[in-house]
């Protein structure tokens, strides 16, 4: 069956600082992969993608994200962190042959220290 | 979110009434979700819907029903309300040319 593991709750980091937020998935084909971000109050936002191809993936707001099939991860990264940055980010895997559904991890909550 | 308009964006329910969520969109797109938010949980699919007229159930389809009569709406019914049902609930649609989610607002439902 298909799951998704983001193993760290909550994230402090120290504003300028690089983030990695990390994520496990389990799927017996090549999956679609997705991150999101939540602010408060407010729905999901897509962040980055990736299908197939390269790798390494690019986002916006300066998040970027690696596929690495081996360790079954996709673990999002970004090298400086804004105050803004706080917020709730989610880690999904897509599976077009459930009949597009869509499972997501548990999330992990980032919090920004100026 | 323009496209994914949720309605109600808060409700208050007594245990055993029931109610309707509609999550409308003006985008033409097949897919449609209904996902409950929970604390700790992450999002979890409920229900879903791959076109018109057309409805399958998620991870927890329990306590809860759907209609798509028309391409534009997916609505989410709780036929007798628990508490175990106080959640966030976000509609999101399937966009077929990039594989992604787009996500309503949400829904915050309180069951008393």
Redesign the interface.
């Known amino acids: 069956a298909q799951s998704?593991t983001?193993p760290d709750?909550h994230i402090t980091v120290s504003e300028g600082a690089s983030l990695e937020l990390r994520c496990n998935y389990s799927y017996g084909a090549t999956p679609?992969l997705?991150w999101?971000v939540q602010s408060p109050?407010?729905?999901?936002?897509?962040l980055l993608?990736y299908?197939s191809g390269d790798t390494l993936v690019q986002g916006i707001k300066g998040f970027e994200a690696e596929f690495k099939r081996s360790q079954s991860s996709f673990n999002l990264r970004k090298p400086s962190v804004h105050w803004s940055d706080a917020a709730e980010y989610?880690c999904?895997v897509?599976a077009t042959n459930t009949?597009?559904?869509?499972?997501?991890?548990?999330?992990t909550s980032l919090t920004v220290i100026p | 979110?323009a496209g994914v308009t949720q309605t109600p964006k808060f409700r208050v329910l007594k245990t055993g009434q029931s109610m309707t969520l509609l999550c409308a969109q003006d985008m033409n797109h097949e897919?449609m979700?209904w996902?409950r938010q929970d604390p700790?949980?992450?999002?979890?699919?409920i229900h879903?819907s791959?076109g018109e007229g057309t409805t399958?159930k998620?991870?927890v389809p329990d306590g809860y029903n759907v209609s798509r009569l028309k391409k534009q709406n997916f609505l989410l019914g709780l036929e007798s309300a628990a508490p175990s049902q106080t959640s966030v609930y976000?509609c999101?649609l399937?966009l077929a040319n990039?594989?992604?989610?787009?996500?309503?607002?949400?829904s915050r439902l309180t069951v008393l």
């Open positions: 998704v983001q709750i679609y997705f999101y109050g407010q729905g999901l936002q897509l993608k299908f989610f999904a897509g009949g597009n559904q869509f499972y997501f991890g548990t999330g | 979110n897919y979700y996902y700790g949980m992450g999002l979890r699919l879903y791959v399958a998620g991870e976000f999101a399937g990039t594989g992604e989610l787009f996500f309503g607002e949400g």
